[in-house]
């Protein structure tokens, strides 16, 4: 069972369009990240987000953490080809015990 | 600067025989993490050790997976017997403790196959 919920599973859009990845969880964590992975790689984390409520940018990515830290979502503008690759959201506790989720497939089509 | 290596990357074998993955971590880091990942269950932690002493095994299936850490600079996760319910990527993951949360970086993984 995992703790992490992440929707959609699969997300097939056109280059320039956007996209939001949700990760939503029962339990509260001491922050989250995302990581990015590619096929035959390992994941690549992109952020971490501590505060609830919180927002990061990084370039075209939208990160935000829900105020109750249970939730957290990734938006893409003008998604590019890219973006294409596994996005997994990962809940962290005690500093270094990461729980993910099931991951959201990008694609993203020139 | 070299990150995490794994070794074999990739590996197949047949139902219980022994295998063997090894891990190098970043120079300097003083954490390891080993992982599994199947379509199933998705990422999951297998085992973490810090300044080579394990710290948390509750992710290891059962006793046919063991893992050790003899040095700062290397490390092995051993499956004996293997059965066909291992098949996965194994990923080792390795970080610098010391800041509110310390980032992992992974290896590219080894994909095991058992028949």
């Known amino acids: 069972t995992q703790l992490l919920e992440q929707s959609p599973q699969f997300l097939s859009i056109q280059e320039g369009e956007n996209l939001t990845v949700y990760c939503n969880s029962s339990?509260?964590?001491?922050?989250l990240q995302w990581y990015r992975q590619e096929p035959g790689e390992g994941p690549v984390l992109l952020v971490t987000v501590v505060t609830g409520g919180e927002v990061k940018k990084l370039k075209r990515l939208t990160f935000q953490f829900g105020d109750a830290r249970k939730d957290s979502s990734l938006h893409i503008t003008a998604a590019q080809p890219g973006d294409t690759g596994l996005y997994l959201c990962?809940?962290?506790?005690?500093?270094?015990?990461?729980?993910f989720g099931a991951g959201t497939t990008v694609t993203v089509r020139a | 600067d070299a990150g995490v290596i794994q070794s074999p990357r990739h590996e197949v074998t047949e139902m219980g025989q022994e295998v063997t993955l090894r891990c190098k971590p970043i120079s300097g880091h003083n954490s390891l993490f080993w992982y599994r990942q199947t379509m199933m269950r998705g990422l999951e932690l297998l085992i973490y050790?810090?300044?080579?002493?394990?710290?948390?095994d509750s992710g290891m299936p059962e006793d046919r997976f063991s893992a050790k850490m003899p040095n700062a600079s290397f490390s092995t996760l051993k499956i004996q017997p293997s059965e066909p319910r291992d098949s996965a990527v194994y990923f080792c993951?390795?970080?610098?403790?010391?800041?509110?949360?310390?980032?992992?970086?992974f290896g590219p993984g080894t994909r095991l196959t058992v028949l």
């Open positions: 050790f810090n300044n080579n002493v394990p710290i948390d």
């Open positions: 990962a809940g962290v506790n005690w500093g270094y015990k990461l729980s």
């Open positions: 993951a390795s970080s610098a403790v010391g800041g509110v949360t310390d980032t992992q970086y």
């Open positions: 339990s509260v964590f001491s922050s």
